[in-house]
């Protein structure tokens, strides 16, 4: 099963802004889409954006949208999530997950996730 594994994170101040990425093998990839999602301590998990490997389609949760940009470099099996504008509500652990069947929206639609990679934006 193809396993995401996510870098970027780190601590920035309020305003600022942080890339993270994504890398996948697609060997094993039957996926269409790559989603990101993210979570704070004692919060659900929180859909944040979503991209097809073929079609140049982002879904963006309400969090992100006019802040964030999800992008994929499909020849580097590589998802990216552009941050800008942080604010201190930012601050969580950001995963990539591979999506399988559903609403691109719901956690449960996705079969593979990475280990996270926090980021925490300092007021």
């Known amino acids: 099963q193809a396993q995401p594994v996510e870098s970027g994170g780190g601590s920035v101040q309020a305003g600022g802004s942080l890339r993270l990425s994504c890398s996948v093998s697609?060997?094993?990839?039957?996926?269409?889409?790559m989603g990101w999602f993210r979570q704070a301590p004692g919060q659900e998990r929180e859909f944040v954006a979503a991209?097809?490997?073929?079609?140049?389609?982002?879904y963006y949760g309400d969090s992100a949208r006019g802040r964030f940009t999800i992008a994929r470099d499909s020849a580097k099996n590589t998802v990216y999530l552009q941050m800008n504008s942080l604010k201190p509500d930012d601050t969580a652990v950001y995963y990539c997950?591979?999506?399988?069947?559903?609403?691109?929206?719901?956690?449960?639609?996705?079969?593979?996730w990475g280990q996270g990679t926090q980021v925490s934006v300092v007021a």
């Open positions: 997950a591979v999506h399988s069947s559903g609403d691109l929206r719901h956690k449960d639609s996705y079969n593979s």
């Open positions: 697609r060997g094993t990839l039957s996926s269409s889409f």
């Open positions: 991209i097809s490997w073929t079609y140049d389609s982002p």
